[in-house]
């Protein structure tokens, strides 16, 4: 009889035995739902929120400049950016004699390396897909250097140099409460900062800031 208890005791049924706990892939499964979830809701929240749109949208910008500009240093090449202020977007624009693909020059281009106006005439060359600003988020300016030159509407192409010599300028962007980020690119520095406000190449001596800076500044 002892034995025949204790035999009960240690065959629960498999519905009991499941209810002691979760197995493995079940936990597995779960944190795959909730990180997938996350990541759709992440960039929706950053839209709904002007600060972080604004955020996002300079982060964007920022990135396309130090993109352009290395390539132009790293290839020897002069890539440009266009900034279309009305339409809201941006996009690298490649050498001249760069293939379709974007991966290299044309047969034809046997030296790969045209001179004189063709680098200068931005307007016809080939560029990459453009890039939109966020929601809610628009170009104010953008500022060249020498004598101030602003524009706030059209489109506008900066150019940068092989030698890093080439491409300072500011973009400014705003949202719908007016708030204004200001990144501004350092060409012979190869830095770019960030401001929480409209800013002028006067203003360009002062000490490096990082975009951690940046970020955890009040709006």
């Known amino acids: 009889m002892r034995n025949e208890s204790r035999t009960r005791r240690r065959r629960l049924p498999a519905s009991r035995r499941r209810q002691a706990g979760f197995s493995f892939v079940e936990i597995v499964a779960v944190v795959l739902i909730l990180g997938l979830m996350f990541a759709i809701l992440m960039p929706n929240l950053e839209q709904l929120s002007p600060k972080y749109s604004l955020r996002a949208g300079a982060r964007e910008i920022g990135s396309m400049i ?31 004699g760069w293939g379709e693909d974007g991966g290299g020059f044309d047969a034809d281009d046997e030296e790969g390396a045209p001179t ?46 092989p030698y890093g010599t080439d491409g300072s300028h500011i973009v400014h962007l705003v949202n719908i409460e007016d708030s204004v980020v200001a990144i501004e690119f350092h060409a012979m520095a190869g830095s770019i900062h960030y401001e929480n406000a409209e800013r002028s190449f006067e203003e360009f001596s002062r000490p490096e800031r990082d975009f951690s800076q940046f970020l955890s500044q009040p709006k």
């Open 66 to 96: 130090e993109e352009a500009n290395g390539r132009s240093i790293g290839l020897r090449r002069s890539f440009a950016i266009a900034y279309d202020l009305d339409e809201r977007w941006a996009a690298i624009v490649l050498p001249p």
């Open 116 to 161: 004189g106006d063709q680098e200068t005439d931005f307007g016809s060359r080939e560029m990459l897909a453009p890039h939109y600003l966020p929601l809610n988020v628009d170009f104010k300016s953008v500022v060249l250097p020498g004598d101030q030159e602003q524009a706030s509407a059209g489109r506008i192409y900066v150019g940068f140099s």
